[in-house]
């Protein structure tokens, strides 16, 4: 598998339906091997995006280039990528069996070969028992996984999967997006996903391509993305965000509510005032009750969500809305924290972004 070699690249895609913009000037590369998804809310265009790579839509003007093939204009047929969609799209009236074959007999291989193809599959995605089974005695899972067995029949060098385990349940979804990634390592096989879910993209893909209304925001791997986004939009949509106001004091020191924190403000101007992003899991409480030592609040709601508590706050840090404190269920404190409880905040540098005020 050769990461270094641009496999894809997509060149100022533009994409319209009558006044409505879909795709605006899109540019991306994805490298020969790689797992990227295309996240965003509904919507931002990650589909449309998808299906003019595919070939089921095609662009209003730009190009697409496949392995330096331009397939731009190329029909479906001629184009080199197996797909799964949201809705299995299975073959009711036909067996598991024949489902995955479907796409080989169409091209003509022999019976022999059609038959060790669909064996070699239905074991890799674990199946074999169920060859002769109909979509309508299969679980969603499972019938997603044949899909998926079908999608690699012809041996694509691509494979698009357009929101392939949204209609899952929770337990189903995770235990099929691990599979998922590894599939790809054992085939490594260039993969482009598209998906609302940030977890979904953040546990399984090597680059994330953030979108919102037609464009790409920003483009990374997970940890890049959650660590360092580039504007409010990405820092808000990855993960949970607290928005906070401060003012630029100078090359390393930021001023909230009159704390000076030292952080790096280089490309600010001194007084400039500034849209403060912070991770629920980088506030943290203190013993201290001394003002100046840093910021307190009210406890207004806590929510159980299994490894760690999610902790709403009343304060002046957000007069319009409750600060959100994370906490995981192991982390020991002296105070017990509860409902009423009033509680002194400190605000670390860690996993803290600024932007420009007026974005």
Same mark, same amino acid.
């Given at each position: 598998?050769?990461?270094?070699?641009?496999?894809?690249?997509?060149?100022?895609?533009?994409?319209?339906?009558?006044?409505?913009?879909?795709?605006?000037?899109?540019?991306?590369?994805?490298?020969?091997?790689?797992?990227?998804?295309?996240?965003?809310?509904?919507?931002?265009?990650?589909?449309?995006?998808?299906?003019?790579?595919?070939?089921?839509?095609? *662009?209003? &003007? @730009?190009?697409?280039? /496949?392995?330096?093939? +331009?397939?731009?204009? =190329?029909? !479906? #047929?001629?184009?080199?990528?197996?797909?799964?969609?949201?809705?299995?799209?299975?073959?009711?009236?036909?067996?598991?069996?024949?489902?995955?074959?479907?796409?080989?007999?169409?091209?003509?291989?022999?019976?022999?070969?059609?038959?060790?193809?669909?064996?070699?599959?239905?074991?890799?995605?674990?199946?074999?028992?169920?060859?002769?089974?109909?979509?309508? *005695?299969? &679980? @969603?899972?499972?019938? /997603?996984?044949?899909? +998926?067995?079908?999608? =690699?029949? !012809? #041996?694509?060098?691509?494979?698009?999967?357009?929101?392939?385990?949204?209609?899952?349940?929770?337990?189903?979804?995770?235990?099929?997006?691990?599979?998922?990634?590894?599939?790809?390592?054992?085939?490594?096989?260039?993969?482009?996903?598209?998906?609302?879910?940030?977890?979904?993209?953040?546990?399984?893909?090597?680059?994330?391509?953030?979108?919102?209304?037609?464009?790409?925001?920003?483009?990374?791997?997970?940890?890049?993305?959650?660590?360092?986004?580039?504007?409010?939009?990405?820092?808000?949509?990855?993960?949970?965000?607290?928005?906070?106001?401060?003012?630029?004091?100078?090359?390393?020191?930021?001023?909230?509510?009159?704390?000076?924190?030292?952080?790096?403000?280089?490309?600010?101007?001194?007084?400039?005032?500034?849209?403060?992003?912070?991770?629920?899991?980088?506030?943290?409480?203190?013993?201290?009750?001394?003002?100046?030592?840093?910021?307190?609040?009210?406890?207004?709601?806590?929510?159980?969500?299994?490894?760690?508590?999610?902790?709403?706050?009343?304060?002046?840090?957000?007069?319009?809305?409750?600060?959100?404190?994370?906490?995981?269920?192991?982390?020991?404190?002296?105070?017990?924290?509860?409902?009423?409880?009033?509680?002194?905040?400190?605000?670390?540098?860690?996993?803290?972004?600024?932007?420009?005020?007026?974005?």
């Amino acid at each position: 598998m050769n990461k270094e070699a641009n496999y894809l690249k997509i060149h100022q895609l533009n994409k319209s339906f009558e006044q409505f913009t879909a795709l605006e000037d899109v540019s991306i590369n994805i490298q020969k091997g790689e797992f990227v998804c295309f996240l965003g809310p509904s919507g931002c265009g990650k589909t449309t995006l998808l299906r003019c790579i595919a070939g089921l839509e095609t *662009q209003s &003007s @730009g190009t697409i280039l /496949q392995d330096n093939r +331009l397939i731009s204009r =190329l029909p !479906t #047929s001629k184009r080199d990528f197996g797909i799964v969609f949201q809705s299995y799209a299975l073959f009711p009236n036909l067996s598991c069996f024949e489902n995955i074959a479907y796409g080989l007999k169409n091209q003509r291989w022999s019976k022999y070969a059609v038959s060790t193809r669909v064996e070699e599959l239905l074991e890799l995605i674990g199946l074999s028992s169920h060859a002769k089974k109909y979509p309508s *005695q299969l &679980s @969603g899972g499972e019938q /997603q996984r044949v899909a +998926l067995a079908r999608a =690699l029949a !012809t #041996s694509p060098s691509l494979l698009l999967l357009d929101e392939p385990l949204s209609a899952l349940d929770a337990k189903v979804r995770v235990y099929l997006r691990q599979e998922l990634k590894n599939l790809h390592r054992r085939l490594g096989l260039t993969t482009i996903m598209v998906t609302h879910d940030q977890e979904e993209a953040l546990s399984i893909a090597d680059r994330i391509f953030v979108m919102k209304d037609g464009r790409i925001m920003q483009s990374g791997s997970p940890e890049e993305i959650y660590a360092n986004p580039d504007n409010p939009f990405v820092a808000n949509f990855i993960g949970m965000t607290n928005f906070l106001e401060g003012i630029v004091k100078g090359p390393m020191q930021l001023d909230i509510m009159g704390k000076i924190i030292a952080f790096d403000c280089k490309s600010f101007h001194e007084g400039e005032k500034v849209k403060v992003a912070i991770r629920p899991e980088a506030i943290e409480f203190t013993q201290s009750s001394k003002k100046e030592d840093g910021f307190s609040g009210n406890v207004v709601e806590i929510e159980f969500l299994g490894s760690f508590r999610r902790i709403h706050i009343e304060t002046s840090l957000m007069p319009n809305e409750l600060m959100i404190v994370d906490k995981p269920i192991l982390e020991k404190s002296k105070k017990k924290i509860k409902i009423g409880s009033e509680l002194n905040i400190n605000i670390s540098s860690n996993f803290l972004n600024i932007y420009k005020k007026d974005k």
